[in-house]
């Protein structure tokens, strides 16, 4: 008898930046565009290749990153919760 397991993926996306100032003034790290695209967007593509269609992303403002990841996996569960 099989038994089928969905795997979620889990993304640590929490951070200020301090350490990548001037570039985070205003912007939270995973937010900061790499090749046009917010760096989020890179482990979130990872797990969305590997087929996982539920992907937990920790942040400090997880409707700003929520949103961002959004707008380029429209297939994907993207739950989002808060650091602390």
């Known amino acids: 008898m099989m038994h089928h397991r969905e795997v979620l993926g889990v993304i640590l996306g ?3 930046g301090t350490n990548m100032e001037p570039l985070t003034p205003y912007l939270d790290k995973p937010l900061i565009r790499l090749l046009g695209k917010p760096l989020i967007y890179y482990p979130t593509n990872n797990l969305v290749h590997l087929g ?3 992907i937990y992303i920790i942040s400090r403002d997880p ?3 929520g949103n961002e990841v959004g707008r380029y996996f429209n297939n994907v569960s993207i739950e989002r919760w808060a650091e602390g």
Do not use: F
């Open 63 to 65: 409707t700003k990153v």
């Open 52 to 54: 996982l269609r539920t």
């Open 14 to 16: 929490g951070g200020r």
